[in-house]
């Protein structure tokens, strides 16, 4: 051990900082978590110090009855949140995707104003989740937005954005559609420049259409790319708490209220319930690393992943 820590030293010197910052902001809040949905801690039996007084915490260690509660339904309605939060990610991943793939595959061709147009659609990337959101949030305005003002100048009345359930599902997906589209685009043009335009050139050569060009050769080109950014996007999306409780803050009711949203608001509204949002933040995680796991498996197994 000793002969390895001379032998790599400037490597270990270089990793362990990053190291450290991992363990502490990662690692530790972590295990925290994964203890505290262990136990019955709320806001009434942890520790806290009120003035010159230390108040001793109370609360016990319960096992996996948080658990047990959540995922048989006794608390919370976990699988009408969950049934949203994928239906919320599986639509707004595939827009990202189909959007950001027609958009780097104009953007791959010459045209004139290439370059504005690329500092266009990169502009949503640059601009904060929370200025995007509360920007988002006055367009749709009922009484003040753009659209409506817009509706109206074509005769058509207004629409109530964030005011009905279904009508503020469409419109967080509209937004984070917005948000994200620039990210799929940047990264899928970059796969794109990077096949070879002699398989274009052979596929012509040999009469191929445009349409089989696109499904033999930029599909495929792609596989490697579009496997990280869709994995990616799901991760993302799926946690995407900002857009939700800035924009419709989970509403109507609670229609919009996706698992990330919940979990906050066991922790932070009302009665804190810090072990429940403790255990859907677990919960969350693990679906996230399945499902990672599975979908990394199922392309290696299909030969689209190296």
Known sequence: MAGFARRYWYGLAMVTPVALVLVTLVGIPLFRGVYLSLTDATEANVGRTIGANVIEPTFEFVGLANYIDILSGREGDFYGVLLWTVIWTAVCVF???TIGL???TLLNRQMRGRAIYRVLLILPWAVPTFVAAFAWRFLLNSQFGLFNALLNLVGIGPVGWLESPLMARISVIMV???????FMMVALLGGLQAIPRELYEAAEVDGASAWQKFRNITLPGLANVSGTVILLGVIWTFNQF???FLVTAGGPGASTEILSTFAFREAFQGIRNYAGAATYGVLILSMLLVFA???RR???RSGELT
């Not at 984070?176 to 620039?182: A, D, M, S």
Request: avoid cysteine.
């Open 95 to 97: 827009l990202h995707y």
């Open 102 to 104: 027609g958009l780097a």
């Open 176 to 182: 984070n559609t917005w948000l994200g589209v620039p």
């Open 242 to 244: 900002a857009v939700i």
């Open 293 to 295: 796991s599975a979908y």
């Open 298 to 300: 199922a392309l290696r």
